[in-house]
């Protein structure tokens, strides 16, 4: 079965959940078009990249709730043009049932899930394949296909069980796209080391609780792995594969007044690699400064993962700092910059992210990141050494 005739299969089944109910009590839509432009201020490192990047994209929202509020149903699609052309690609968000109780939820179909707490690298959040067309940061998810069971337990907190029936593959760049390695990836090249391929059955599993100042969130998941494992070969192209994996996790948020102390960190076991990864560190925040609702964060954060120069991120033994503006304004003004420094290399990333809403149903986004002194003992970085880009995107909602 391929993805086209598992969404149709999502779709039926969600269809029965949806129009078998006539007691349908609220339909909230909401249309979202944004331009995006991605200026890249160095000569391209590989032939055919441009400087330039132009995109537009769409996501229809829908959501309906009926029998007083304790099922819903939720569907969004997402489409991006871009002049890359496998930056020119679709994707379903979410489109999924929800049923709720007084101490359990059940949830059918594409959802987005999210676990973690640090601000630099979320190493636990792993149900969703990352959207690396999307986004340079992993920041964005693509739809997971998911069957999620959710208990609530007084006094000891809740735990979430998830059946995943089918793996998605992450997204590369095309010949004309930057972030791309030497040789282009067609993911539908990537194999996997399961007999099963993306039908393999992976289970995820999350115990998340919090008592006085502390939150805390254990998590399992097996399966196939959301990063592929990659390897080189006599021409230093590379060749990749999704690995069978167990990861085990932890986060960590303890809050004290003003100041946030975050933890995430996992061990994985694969056949190729076992390997335990951390992200250690606080936000500090200082309320009204002017006397007129800013606040103004200050954060830093110590990144390190076992597999070195093999880890996919590039943060084996990095420092994040930073800095997070919140105007709270009527705009909602906020703004974050800040820097990734590697102890080992001495290679640096420097970050901007800044949003503001006009007109009640426009959002404009900027964002900015510059490589500077990448070494070449980076094993991936290396790659996007000449990616530095700022980018501008205008989001309207309708």
Same mark, same amino acid.
């Given at each position: 079965?391929?993805?086209?005739?598992?969404? !149709?299969?999502?779709?039926?089944?969600?269809?029965?959940?949806?129009?078998?109910?006539?007691?349908? !009590?609220?339909?909230?839509?909401?249309?979202?078009?944004?331009?995006?432009?991605?200026?890249?201020?160095?000569?391209?490192?590989?032939?055919?990249?441009?400087?330039?990047?132009?995109?537009?994209?769409?996501?229809?929202?829908?959501?309906?709730?009926?029998?007083?509020?304790?099922?819903?149903?939720?569907?969004?699609? &997402?489409?991006?043009?871009?002049?890359?052309?496998?930056?020119?690609?679709?994707?379903?968000?979410?489109?999924?049932?929800?049923?709720?109780?007084?101490?359990?939820?059940?949830? !059918?179909?594409?959802?987005?899930?999210?676990?973690?707490?640090?601000?630099?690298?979320?190493?636990?959040?792993?149900?969703?394949?990352?959207?690396?067309?999307?986004?340079?940061?992993?920041?964005?998810?693509?739809?997971?296909?998911?069957?999620?069971?959710?208990?609530?337990?007084?006094?000891?907190?809740?735990?979430?069980?998830? &059946?995943?029936?089918?793996?998605?593959?992450?997204?590369?760049?095309?010949?004309?796209?930057?972030?791309?390695?030497?040789?282009?990836?067609?993911?539908?090249?990537?194999?996997?080391?399961?007999?099963?391929?993306?039908?393999?059955? #992976?289970?995820?599993?999350?115990?998340?609780?919090?008592?006085?100042?502390?939150?805390?969130?254990?998590?399992?998941?097996?399966?196939?792995?959301?990063?592929?494992?990659?390897?080189?070969?006599?021409?230093?192209?590379?060749?990749?594969? &999704?690995?069978?994996?167990?990861?085990?996790?932890?986060?960590?948020?303890?809050?004290?007044?003003?100041?946030?102390?975050?933890?995430?960190?996992?061990?994985?076991?694969?056949?190729?690699?076992?390997?335990?990864?951390?992200?250690?560190?606080?936000?500090?925040?200082?309320?009204? $400064?002017?006397?007129?609702?800013?606040?103004?964060?200050?954060?830093?954060?110590?990144?390190?993962?076992?597999?070195?120069?093999?880890?996919?991120?590039?943060?084996?033994?990095?420092?994040?700092?930073?800095?997070?503006?919140?105007?709270?304004?009527?705009? #909602?003004?906020?703004?974050?910059?800040?820097?990734?420094?590697?102890?080992?290399?001495?290679?640096?990333?420097?970050?901007?992210?800044?949003?503001?809403?006009?007109?009640?149903?426009?959002?404009?986004?900027?964002?900015?990141?510059?490589?500077?002194? $990448?070494?070449?003992?980076?094993?991936?970085?290396?790659?996007?050494?000449?990616?530095?880009?700022?980018? !501008?995107?205008?989001?309207?909602?309708?």
């Amino acid at each position: 079965m391929n993805k086209s005739k598992l969404i !149709i299969v999502f779709i039926f089944f969600s269809g029965i959940f949806l129009f078998a109910q006539k007691d349908i !009590i609220d339909i909230s839509t909401e249309w979202e078009l944004s331009r995006e432009s991605r200026y890249f201020f160095d000569t391209p490192q590989f032939e055919n990249q441009l400087n330039y990047y132009p995109s537009f994209g769409i996501q229809p929202t829908y959501k309906f709730k009926w029998n007083e509020g304790y099922e819903n149903f939720i569907f969004s699609f &997402y489409y991006n043009l871009d002049r890359d052309k496998n930056r020119t690609y679709y994707d379903l968000r979410e489109m999924y049932y929800q049923k709720a109780n007084n101490n359990w939820e059940l949830n !059918i179909g594409f959802k987005k899930v999210f676990w973690g707490v640090t601000e630099s690298c979320h190493l636990v959040d792993i149900v969703n394949q990352t959207d690396a067309l999307k986004s340079f940061d992993g920041e964005e998810k693509l739809g997971q296909p998911m069957i999620q069971l959710s208990w609530f337990l007084s006094g000891i907190g809740s735990l979430d069980l998830f &059946y995943l029936p089918y793996h998605r593959k992450r997204g590369f760049p095309g010949e004309k796209g930057r972030f791309r390695f030497n040789n282009v990836l067609d993911s539908d090249d990537i194999e996997y080391e399961s007999g099963r391929e993306e039908f393999n059955t #992976d289970f995820a599993a999350r115990w998340k609780h919090y008592f006085g100042a502390f939150d805390i969130g254990l998590s399992y998941f097996t399966g196939n792995g959301r990063e592929p494992y990659f390897k080189f070969d006599e021409k230093n192209n590379i060749q990749a594969y &999704y690995p069978l994996i167990d990861q085990y996790g932890i986060d960590l948020q303890i809050t004290a007044g003003a100041l946030l102390l975050k933890f995430e960190s996992i061990y994985r076991t694969a056949k190729e690699q076992q390997f335990f990864a951390m992200d250690a560190g606080f936000e500090f925040t200082f309320s009204n $400064v002017d006397n007129n609702g800013l606040d103004i964060g200050v954060l830093a954060e110590y990144l390190y993962d076992e597999r070195g120069d093999w880890a996919l991120s590039g943060l084996q033994d990095d420092i994040f700092y930073g800095s997070r503006l919140a105007f709270n304004d009527s705009q #909602d003004t906020s703004l974050i910059a800040g820097g990734i420094h590697d102890f080992e290399t001495s290679s640096n990333l420097f970050t901007l992210e800044a949003t503001r809403r006009f007109k009640n149903n426009m959002l404009v986004s900027l964002e900015g990141r510059i490589f500077s002194g $990448v070494s070449d003992k980076e094993l991936f970085l290396l790659f996007f050494r000449q990616d530095s880009y700022f980018r !501008i995107s205008v989001s309207k909602y309708y």
